[in-house]
DNA sequence: CTTGCCGGGGT
DNA sequence: ACCCCGGCAAG
């Protein structure tokens, strides 16, 4: 019965079309919990909350019979968007990410042409595209985890991959400046700061992991990429901690730029030192 | 290499 | 509580 309902969901042209306002959370279905219904095979069955999914596995996906471009580019590190079974009760848009652009679009071949034609200046038809398009937009759920898909476009492979995702020509300081960021929340701001209440559910901030991930955004690690789209949204809600540590997004906060009592009086006057540099611990002195 | 400081001790 | 330091990450 469920997967009737499923089915039928998905292929509605409400999914891929139709305007936001029909948007309605489905109350009493738990969207983290759906986390733990995905199909076997992409993701292991660890219940420890350790190990969430594989991406050796996630590659074993069913190619496509004709992707709009080599599979091996993009989809192969960030699987397949526009193709994957997706949450039956999230609204999906696109929203550019180029620089102080944002427009937003229901359809994904809408916001390649725009993309194409409006910033990479491009008259060709989407046959020839070499999928440039798609590094240049999002994917939003227009649903519960706004947050989630944030942190998707922040992990750009596994950690257990050695090679870096391959981006074409891509101008990394100005599309991850940060006013890319903002503008990507704008139509998501269903609360003050979506990236760090959004998450705040039951399951993930359970242990401040996630609201320490959120924090972290704001610093270095928002340059990590910008890459739209990709993993899994509930596999990425279901398990932020986690994924947090194995990316190797550690919890210890950046170090600050201010001179610290080490550094102004010197290895040779430490009793000029504030108690905590003393016992080298977070100066108090000299705050960040 | 140096610096800042977390985590984990000892008293 | 106070104090110390191994060891790590970042620069």
Redesign the pocket.
Known sequence: MAAAALTSLSTSPLLLGAPVTAFSPEPGLEPWKEALVQPPGSYSSSNSGEWCWDLASDQSSPSTPSPPLPPEAAHFLFGEPTLRKRKSSAQVMFQCLWKSCGKVLSTASGMQRHIRLVHLGRQAEPEQSDGEEDFYYTELDIGVDTLTDRLSSLTPVSPTASMPPVFPRLELPELLEPPALPSLLQPLTLSPHPMLTSVDTPQACHSHHACQVGEAIGG?WGQISGRSGALQRNEVRACVPALATRM?M???????????????Y??DHRDLWC?????????QR???
């Open positions: 270095s190797g550690s919890l210890r906060k950046p170090r600050g730029d201010a001179k610290k009592c080490r550094k102004v010197g290895m108690t905590a540099c003393r016992w080298k611990k977070a100066c000299f705050l960040d």
